[in-house]
């Protein structure tokens, strides 16, 4: 079984930082990839950023490159994607889930696919 979690999130003034944290974890997994997504009211899910395990790190538009970064901690049996966000904007307020794609290791080591999703947590950015 696969869990996404994710940390950190609230209410903050614009033009501050802020970090959310998203942990996979499980057993007998390999994780092909992590990403960031957020949704804000009326509007659509959009891609934030997502990191692959080849290092390619994939930005998605609403104006969060140069802005956003992304630090991984793969130690210790960790597998954590943190989500540096810099110089915030009202326009950043939205709900943000951290998504894992990758398989799961069964019986005789027989491969699943997996694509799982985190709670969800709200960032709101204040003037």
């Known amino acids: 079984q696969v869990h996404v979690t994710e940390a950190g999130g609230g209410s903050v003034r614009a033009g501050r930082f802020m970090v959310l944290g998203c942990e996979v974890s499980?057993?007998?997994?390999?994780?092909?990839?992590i990403a960031w997504f957020r949704q804000a009211p009326g509007k659509e899910r959009e891609l934030v950023v997502r990191?692959?395990?080849?290092?390619?790190?994939?930005?998605?538009g609403g104006g969060v490159r140069g802005r956003f970064a992304v630090s991984r901690d793969a130690s210790d049996s960790k597998n954590v994607l943190n989500l540096e966000m810099s110089r915030l904007r009202p326009e950043d307020t939205a709900r943000y889930s951290c998504?894992?794609?990758?398989?799961?290791?069964?019986?005789?080591?027989?491969?699943?696919?997996?694509?799982?999703w985190g709670q969800g947590t709200q960032v709101t950015v204040f003037t």
């Open positions: 998504n894992a794609e990758g398989v799961t290791f069964g019986d005789w080591d027989r491969p699943s696919p997996f694509n799982s």
């Open positions: 990191v692959r395990n080849s290092g390619e790190v994939e930005y998605g």
């Open positions: 499980g057993s007998r997994l390999q994780t092909n990839s």
